[in-house]
């Protein structure tokens, strides 16, 4: 199966309100996301907005673009609401099923990215949520009749738990509203709750360089332009360029299984945040100390590329460092 890789910035608008906005990278515009079972999506929260408690049914890493958030996690059949104070920078996982609000009790909007598999995903490439409030939620679904069943209550007290909210997805709350603290030694014992997908942040600085690499286990690689831009080079099998692009702040790009993939950033640096579909991804370096042509004895080095002893000796002297990151040339 063809594989067509592209850049693109979120095209769907999935919800926007006074609280905020919800926006997606469609498959139409992204092959790639339910070829490879990815999706994706961007959190706006305004001042005071309130995303509405509610679960997705896929894995995934969120990470702080922008601004501080209040985060209120439940995990199935707890008593315990796990509450978490993130900003700029912070990484969050959020294991399928579990349930999470999220507010902006700051001055200024919060972005939140989201990346992660669909592989059990009731669309592939696409993150389905289910809110437990509002007009869209489950209450409203099993209607107040069969909520006043299940909860004891009159059919007047039935009514006003499930019509009350009228918001869908995003709210916009009174100024005032104060949220809970965040909980206590509750952020270190997060990371151990995701299975699946881990998490890769890289700052690339002017003119610098991510030296070429690709991930040995198979895994796919779903990427984020977080700042600045750069130059994005992947190649396929048989030496075939797979993306020669430029990127810039808002392009989301997948790397498929086993292409090895550089990043040049320009002039004003480039970060990038990656989610791979491993929880132990190994990446096998392409340059350097730790690359094949560091290991290659010298004459498997010189029938390979065809070189003569002195030019393999300058080779060899170029893979003596570590060399992930490429400083820009001097």
């Not at 978490?84 to 200024?108: C, Q, R, Y």
């Not at 059919?155 to 918001?167: A, D, F, I, P, Y």
């Not at 070429?212 to 332009?225: A, E, F, R, W």
């Not at 004895?297 to 060399?323: M, Q, Y």
Request: charge should be negative.
């Amino acid at each position: 199966m063809e594989m067509k890789m592209v850049v693109e910035k979120a095209d769907q608008t999935a919800y926007e309100g006074d609280g905020g906005g919800y926006y997606v990278w469609s498959n139409s515009k992204v092959p790639l996301l339910s070829q490879s079972k990815l999706g994706t999506g961007k959190l706006l929260l305004h001042p005071l907005g309130f995303a509405l408690p509610h679960y997705a049914d896929s894995s995934k890493i969120g990470f702080v673009l922008q601004g501080t958030c209040t985060v209120g996690l439940v995990s199935p059949n707890s008593p315990e609401e796990k509450v978490l104070l993130i900003k700029k920078g912070d990484v969050i996982p959020l294991p399928a099923g579990v349930v999470s609000w999220w507010f902006n009790g700051g001055d200024t909007d919060v972005v939140i990215i989201f990346l992660g598999e669909t592989t059990k995903a009731l669309v592939p490439g696409q993150f389905t949520y289910f809110f437990v409030a509002g007009v869209l939620g489950i209450l409203a679904g099993f209607q107040s009749d069969f909520v006043g069943k299940t909860f004891d209550l009159d059919q007047k007290q039935s009514e006003v738990l499930v019509n009350n909210q009228q918001g869908a997805l995003l709210v916009k709350l009174e100024n005032g509203t104060k949220f809970p603290e965040p909980s206590k030694h509750i952020k270190e014992k997060l990371y151990e709750t995701i299975d699946g997908p881990s998490g890769d942040h890289i700052i690339i600085k002017g003119n610098a360089m991510l030296a070429p690499s690709y991930v040995t286990n198979g895994s796919v690689q779903i990427s984020y332009v977080c700042k600045g831009g750069g130059w994005i080079k992947v190649v396929a099998s048989e030496g075939k360029p797979a993306l020669d692009s430029r990127v810039e702040e808002g392009d989301l790009f997948i790397v498929p299984q086993y292409l090895a993939i550089a990043e040049i950033a320009d002039e004003c640096g480039m970060e990038v945040f990656s989610v791979i579909t491993s929880s132990n991804p190994i990446f096998g370096e392409l340059a350097g100390n730790n690359s094949v042509w560091k290991a290659f004895s010298p004459v498997v080095l010189r029938s390979a590329l065809n070189i003569s002893e002195e030019f393999e000796e300058v080779f060899e002297s170029k893979n003596t460092k570590s060399i992930r990151i490429v400083p820009p040339s001097t």
